[in-house]
């Protein structure tokens, strides 16, 4: 199975900056298959981005997603409060298996 | 508009089992896939399988391959997974989420249920 690694696991950033967020597979990932969600506390994971660039609905313009092959990276510009969370990488491998980094926690510095 | 409404908390004794179920709403139930993700508390997202609901084929993660059923009933567009021998390390929230008609993960997420594994 494909591993996928987050780093840092915890990244500090004050409101207003910009964050920068990697995800690196053990093999390379199609883009259409990689995808990011954000997950607050108490609630279920929510989709990102999908197919490694693409915005999923309702997603401000402000997250934005890039990479290829093993290397893929999630950016947010300009934070604001309500995007301090846990942001995950997703892959949907070969053998139609899914497998998750372990997150990346986004706190306020 | 897509609704995944999931049952609600449980507490097993270690080596039971549990069902969890999912109803769907909103969409066509046979024309996606059913996955279903973990979360142990404060840890990361694990996930467990999925099934296809037209077909009724499931694909398994292979740690849990043995003691792991995922189901569909389209009669009441409602998904369960089943999960047996029960361990404590088996504490988590459990969710549901619809796979696309590819079976890869799509947005939809049930509310997720607290299965806790206690004697």
């Known amino acids: 199975d494909i591993v996928l690694t987050q780093s840092p696991a915890i990244l500090s950033v004050s409101p207003g900056e910009r964050a920068t967020l990697s995800c690196r597979a053990s093999?390379?990932?199609?883009?259409?298959?990689l995808a990011w969600y954000q997950q607050k506390p108490g609630q279920a994971p929510r989709l990102i981005i999908q197919?490694?660039?693409y915005r999923a609905t309702g997603i401000p313009d402000r997250f934005s997603g890039s990479g290829s092959g093993t290397d893929f990276t999630l950016t947010i510009s300009r934070l604001e409060p309500e995007d301090f969370a846990v942001y995950y990488c997703?892959?949907?491998?070969?053998?139609?298996?899914?497998?998750f980094g372990q997150g990346t926690r986004l706190e306020i510095k | 508009q897509v609704h995944l409404v999931q049952s609600g908390a449980e507490v097993q004794k270690p080596g039971a089992s549990v069902k969890v179920s999912c109803k769907a709403s909103?969409?066509?139930?046979?024309?996606?896939?059913m996955h279903w993700v973990r979360q142990a508390p404060g840890q990361g997202l694990e996930w467990m399988g999925w099934?296809?609901?037209?077909?009724?084929?499931?694909n398994y993660a292979q740690k849990f391959q043995g003691r792991v059923t995922m189901t569909g009933d389209t009669s009441i567009n409602t998904a369960y997974l089943d999960l047996s021998g029960l361990g404590s390390d088996d504490t988590a929230f459990y969710y549901c989420?619809?796979?696309?008609?590819?079976?890869?993960?799509?947005?939809?997420w049930g509310q997720g249920t607290l299965v806790t594994v206690s004697s």
């Open positions: 989420a619809r796979g696309d008609v590819y079976g890869d993960l799509d947005d939809f």
């Open positions: 909103g969409y066509t139930f046979t024309d996606y896939y």
């Open positions: 099934i296809n609901i037209n077909s009724g084929g499931t």
């Open positions: 093999q390379s990932v199609p883009s259409s298959f």
């Open positions: 197919g490694a660039s």
């Open positions: 997703q892959q949907f491998g070969r053998s139609r298996s899914i497998t």
